[in-house]
């Protein structure tokens, strides 16, 4: 069975609504966080999809999906810090709890 | 420059205000005491050389054709408004002014003198402040000499304002006194009220004639030119013509400060004042200014009839008014006060009226004109009468002190009986009283006489109307001296008996009484004319005869009621109790201003300006502030701290955006 | 560089040069010893400077030095917009500057026991000053704003840190109504810039220039004329934009009440004058009712407020109300005198303000209170601060021989020359307020200064220490040196108008 460009999509965005999904509902902050990357590795899949789809013999897309990806165990490390740096003070992760950042 | 040494009669004052004032504490009291006097002496010696020189030297530009001239001694620019509006600070001689020069000079040197001892202790207390005391009277002589030797209008302004001052700072010397207080406060607003007039009339006349200078104002026939000049360009204003309006309003400010009806009714406060100073200021000095300022543009007023008629009213008015009134008064210095201020009225209504005979041209056939020499014999009189006014006002004041001091108190009930205890000053009192009354040969006689011929001369009722007020006055003189010095012998007087005071005291009581004897004979006529040629008076037989009745008149009938303890006047205040009481409280003007300044003013006016400002003004800028921070706080809430709130507004607001961008994309 | 052989520069460069000495010194210790000696160099240099400035420029007049502005020099800024550092000072603004420096010098010894943090008081103060200064030497629209905006933004700290009583209110008031005028005052300037030259020539800032072609169309002047008049007219508290004064006056800190009426609100005078009148005079002469009226009100309206005030620096504030509305007031009469009277009046005002504020901070500073019903006899116990507010009230009434009288005189005297019936009016009641004036200055003094002593733990206070002393007695000595020597000040000033008044009558042909 030939792999139409559709099959890898459909699943990206069904990860990403997942992922925008349990973001908007997710209360523990941890949640939150995972929901996060199910996002970025939605968009990491279509942007190796159109890469091939599109411009294939380009590395364009792949070089950014790696990318994203260094930049994500990035930004995972400093919000697990700052989750932790949150829970320290509070002693929660719930998100509700946490909403001194306003006015 | 001839009479250059004049400079010195207004500086050496001056410089005792700023040489006491500055030390202060730092000099001695009596040291303060003795140096204030012996400069006033000195710059007294050199006032009387001036008017000496001024009246009967010769060789120094003052007598030109047997016409008396200004002397300019002394004008530098002071302030310049324009090229023509120019302030100028001067000295200018002419006979009225170095007439006043003698005045100011003797009576100021009399009162540092007298108060030598009577500023030494103040209710057994030494005195505090007495250099203070000593530094206001130099600041009081400077402006007081500097307003008469002015030679323009503004500068006469300038030191009415500063009088105004000086005398604020003398009434309200004893400052821990509310009373005092208050009265100071008093008389320097009501004459401020005043001033504001006199402002704006010399606004008006500047204007309109273009300068300020008495030299082109009012010198030879200047006057005739100016009032032209001014009527021409200035046109009327409700059918008066501009340069009557603003001789009125020029009036208006010397009424404030000569105590006019209505503007009178600083001046019986103005006695918390220590008494030295109230025969300094508010007898001899200060409240004449208002008629020497009338005095001086005289060749103006006499021009313009509708002026004169208003002064004539407002002193003939007052003369009564306040004659009546110091008929009850039973606070000796209050009924000196009034007394004050009939005089001056008898001044202001003299020089009123005396521009009948000469504006108006009355025929020369007239025969009283004829006689006393015509044109200009109120004038004569007037300044006569503020000569010898202002000896014998001040010697009674003095002698007022005395007994203050002695009996302490003001009241004539603490009194009564003098005489045996305090033999010189009765006799002084006594002198000034005959002066007053009118009776020959003493200094009011004659100059009293020569107002009642020019009234006589304005017509019949002045002449009767200002003979009547005459005898008000010997009679209510003789009331106050009888129930001071006579009444009753058995009056006790606290704890030691009241004597005659020290020489520093009593010395001036003596030298005032003599010249109260002999003033009479200055040969006025010659000297203060308001066209400076001398004028030929004699004596009128049938009105110094009249007026001279009319006050023996008077005199017995104070001797009937008030020579020994009878009732005779309770039932007199019985009978007429409403019109005594009201006289008695000085027929409610105090109350009138009263009303007008509390409530009226203050809370009419202030105060709602006041909380309009509070709350409508800045209410305004306040509720600007409010729907700021209320708007703020309508889209406050959007940030609630909330992050999924964010990110689902986002998501929304991304998916509206994406909608809206196919939506066009598609149509 | 040329520039720095004009001293007019050195009138910023000191008070700079003080604020970076300041930012040596610390709180601590005997470090307030040091403030205290940087603040007081730096104030003397000014006043030097100041003197020095007056001889100069009297010199070079005598001289017949006929120049409409001394001491020109131009430094190219930002080129694309053709800003400069434009330099010059005429009569007016020396005399500005002048003031400026007394009341800076009679100032530093006023906060002498500043507390807390002396040295970030001192920066700020010479900070404001800086602008102050900036602004009177510049003739550079832009720099002119630049050096307004600095001399306002200090104001907000100084009240919001140092003040007391409801401070942070009158801070953020005062602060956001001076702007709102600063944001008119904005929209004009650029508005004048981009009209400031006929077609064709390149746009300037330079007021002397803009002045000269006399280029701004009339229907844009109609708009321009309000928006600066009125943004300066913030500043010079006029009706009704008036009530930052009393709240901000009441809640400064003695030195920065001094400075504030002393010179800051104689900005708003003098930038009425320089730019709104002098810039459109065509919209001046049309306009001028509007103005003439509201300043008219301002004085009588402030000085009945006054009466009724029962908080010292309230009534004083008032006093300012209607006594800066006199400036506003005697510059739209258009003439030499009464221009000239307006002058006179921001310098006397100035002093006398200071003077007033300076006495009510030292008296506050000892009883604690500000209320005239909880004060009195106060002259028996402090003499000398008693015999100063007696002296600053009589120059504030109009007593000859100091320098209320003669400004005053000179304002009714010019505005008395206009023959039309709606100025006379108003200048009838322009003179109505010397009445006023007495009554609220003779109530204050009778019941704080006079009558018996309200309260008896007043009895231990003590009188004014030397540098409280030092502080007065410059300001009375300037008082009384304009009320004595008036033509002095009046030659300085007169000359500079001749140029306005004759574009004036012009514009209303």
């Known amino acids: 069975m030939e792999l139409n460009v559709l099959m890898y999509l459909v699943p990206a965005i069904v990860m990403f609504g997942c992922g925008v999904y349990g973001f908007l509902t997710r209360k523990n902050m941890i949640a939150i966080m995972i929901s996060l990357e199910l996002m970025l590795n939605a968009v990491d899949i279509n942007f190796v999809v159109f890469n091939r789809y599109l411009f294939p013999g380009q590395m364009e897309g792949m070089m950014f999906t790696l990318f994203a990806i260094a930049i994500a165990a990035a930004e995972t490390a400093l919000a697990l810090a700052i989750i932790i740096n949150v829970y320290r003070a509070v002693r929660n992760v719930d998100i509700s709890e946490i909403s001194k950042l306003k006015f | ?667 | 560089m040329t520039i720095f052989n004009n001293i007019l520069i050195y009138f910023v460069i000191i008070p700079l040069l003080t604020l970076g000495g300041l930012a040596l010194c610390t709180n601590a210790g005997r470090g307030i010893r040091a403030i205290r000696a940087v603040a007081v160099t730096g104030a003397t240099a000014l006043v030097a400077l100041a003197a020095y400035l007056v001889y100069y420029f009297v010199t070079e007049r005598a001289a017949g030095v006929q120049d409409a502005m001394l001491l020109r020099s131009d430094v190219m800024w930002y080129e694309p917009f053709n800003i400069k550092l434009a330099l010059g000072v005429d009569g007016v603004s020396v005399v500005m500057i002048a003031l400026s420096a007394i009341i800076v010098f009679a100032g530093v010894f006023a906060s002498w026991k500043m507390n807390p943090l002396p040295k970030q008081f001192f920066l700020w103060f010479f900070l404001l000053s800086t602008g102050v200064f900036g602004f009177f030497i510049s003739i550079d629209l832009f720099t002119m704003f630049m050096f307004y905006e600095v001399a306002l933004i200090p104001m907000y700290l100084l009240i919001g840190v140092w003040g007391s009583g409801n401070k942070t209110y009158s801070a953020m008031k005062l602060t956001l109504m001076l702007m709102g005028g600063s944001a008119l005052l904005m929209l004009g300037i650029i508005g004048i810039y981009f009209h400031s030259a006929p077609e064709g020539s390149p746009l300037t800032m330079n007021i002397l220039e803009i002045a000269e072609a006399n280029a701004i169309p009339h229907s844009w002047q109609m708009y321009l004329f309000p928006l600066t008049f009125v943004g300066f007219g913030v500043l010079g508290a006029m009706f009704p934009f008036h009530t930052w004064s009393p709240d901000g006056h009441a809640s400064a800190p003695t030195a920065v009440s001094m400075l504030h009426a002393g010179v800051l609100m104689k900005l708003g005078g003098y930038g009425c004058f320089r730019i709104a009148i002098c810039l459109m005079p065509f919209a001046a002469n049309e306009l001028a009712w509007i103005f003439l009226l509201l300043t008219g009100i301002s004085v009588v309206y402030g000085a009945f407020s006054a009466c009724v005030q029962t908080d010292l620096k309230y009534i004083n504030a008032y006093s300012s109300v209607s006594h800066c509305g006199m400036v506003l007031f005697a510059i739209l009469m258009f003439n030499t005198t009464a221009m000239t009277g307006a002058v006179l009046q921001m310098l006397s005002h100035g002093l006398m303000t200071a003077l007033f504020f300076a006495l009510i901070g030292m008296i506050y500073g000892r009883t604690h209170t500000r209320d005239i019903q909880k004060m009195g006899g106060l002259m028996q116990i402090m003499p000398y601060l008693g015999v100063g507010y007696v002296i600053a009230g009589m120059a504030s009434l109009g007593l000859p021989g100091l320098s209320g009288f003669v400004a005053e005189m000179t304002i009714f005297v010019g505005s008395f020359m206009h023959e039309d019936t709606f100025r006379r009016v108003l200048t009838i009641a322009g003179t109505s307020s010397i009445v006023i004036t007495a009554v609220y200055i003779l109530r204050v003094v009778g019941k704080l200064l006079f009558g018996p002593v309200v309260d008896e733990h007043h009895r231990q206070l003590t009188d004014a220490t030397w540098e409280e002393k030092l502080s007065t007695a410059t300001l009375i000595v300037c008082v009384a040196a304009i009320g004595c020597f008036p033509n002095f000040f009046v030659d300085i000033i007169s000359g500079s108008f001749e140029p306005v008044v004759k574009a004036l009558s012009a514009a209303a042909m």
């Open chain 2, 1 to 667: 420059m001839p009479f250059s040494y004049s400079i010195a009669v207004v500086a050496l004052p001056l410089l005792m205000f700023l040489v006491l004032g500055l030390l202060d504490d730092r000099l001695g009291r009596r040291t303060a005491g003795v140096i204030g006097t012996v400069a006033m002496l000195v710059t007294t010696v050199l006032a009387y050389g001036v008017a000496l020189t001024y009246f009967f030297g010769t060789g120094q530009g003052q007598i030109v054709d047997g016409i008396r001239q200004t002397v300019t001694v002394w004008n530098p620019a002071w302030l310049t408004f324009t090229e023509d509006l120019v302030v100028r600070m001067g000295i200018a001689l002419d006979p009225i002014a170095a007439m006043m020069l003698v005045v100011i000079t003797t009576v100021s040197l009399m009162v540092h003198l007298y108060s030598l001892g009577y500023m030494s202790n103040h209710e057994g207390e030494p005195e505090k402040g007495y250099q203070r005391y000593y530094a206001f009277l130099g600041l009081f002589t400077f402006s007081m000499l500097g307003l008469v030797v002015a030679t323009n209008i503004f500068q006469v302004f300038i030191f009415f304002e500063m009088v105004g001052v000086s005398s604020y700072l003398l009434i309200g010397f004893y400052y821990t006194s509310p009373a005092a207080v208050h009265a100071s406060k008093k008389a320097f607003i009501v004459t401020r009220l005043a001033d504001l007039f006199f402002l704006l009339g010399i606004l008006i006349l500047s204007f309109y004639t273009g300068t300020f200078d008495f030299e082109s104002l009012v010198g030879t026939g200047g006057a005739a030119a100016r009032v032209a000049q001014g009527s021409a360009h200035g046109g009327t204003f409700m059918g008066i013509s501009i340069m009557a309006w603003a001789l009125t309003f020029i009036f208006i400010g010397g009424a404030g400060k000569s105590a006019m009806y209505p503007l009178h009714i600083w001046l019986p406060d103005a006695m918390e004042g220590p008494t030295p100073v109230s025969a300094l200021i508010h007898a001899a000095t200060m409240v004449v200014a208002g008629v020497y300022l009338v005095a001086k543009l005289f060749p103006l007023y006499v021009l313009e009839q509708g002026a004169m008629d208003v002064i004539a009213v407002v002193g003939a008015f007052t003369a009564f008014y306040a004659a009546a009134i110091a008929c009850t008064q039973s606070d000796i210095k209050r009924a000196l006060a009034f007394s004050t201020i009939s005089q001056i009225a008898f001044m202001m209504t003299s020089l009123a009226v005396s521009s009948s005979d000469v504006a108006l041209a009355v025929s020369p056939s007239d025969a009283l004109i004829e006689i006393h020499g015509g044109r200009g014999l109120g004038y004569m009189a007037s300044m006569f009468h503020l000569f010898t006014h202002a000896m014998f006002k001040a010697l009674l004041f003095l002698c007022a002190g005395a007994i203050i001091h002695a009996v302490g108190s003001n009241e004539n009930s603490a009194m009564h009986g003098l005489h045996k205890h305090m033999p010189i000053t009765s006799i002084a009192f006594l002198i000034g009283c005959l002066a007053i009354a009118g009776i020959p040969p003493f200094a009011g006689f004659w100059s009293k006489d020569e107002i009642l011929v020019a009234c006589y001369a304005k017509g019949l009722g002045w002449g009767l109307w200002m003979t009547m007020v005459a005898g008000l006055t010997a009679f209510y003189m003789f009331r106050l001296y009888l129930l001071i010095f006579f009444w009753s012998d058995h009056k006790q007087h606290g704890h030691h008996a009241p004597a005659d005071a020290h020489w520093t005291m009593t010395v001036p009581l003596i030298i005032l009484a003599a010249i109260s004897v002999v003033a009479g004979f200055v040969p006025a006529h010659d000297m203060v004319t308001w066209d400076g040629k001398p004028l030929h008076t004699q004596l009128d037989w049938t009105v110094a005869g009249s007026s001279v009745l009319v006050a023996c008149l008077g005199i017995g009938l104070a001797w009937r009621l008030y020579y020994k303890e009878n009732d005779a006047p309770e039932r007199m205040k019985a009978a007429a109790s409403g019109l005594w009481t009201a006289a008695y409280h000085r027929f409610y003007m105090d109350e009138l201003y009263q009303f007008i300044t509390h409530k009226v003013i203050f809370q009419c006016v202030s105060k709602p300006i006041a909380w309009f400002d509070r709350k409508v003004i800045d209410g305004t800028m306040n509720l600007m502030g409010t729907v700021t921070q209320y708007c703020a706080a309508m889209v406050r809430p959007l940030q609630s701290g909330k992050v999924q709130a964010y990110v689902l507004t986002y998501l929304i607001g991304a998916l509206v955006l994406a909608a809206a961008l196919i939506a066009c994309v598609l149509i």
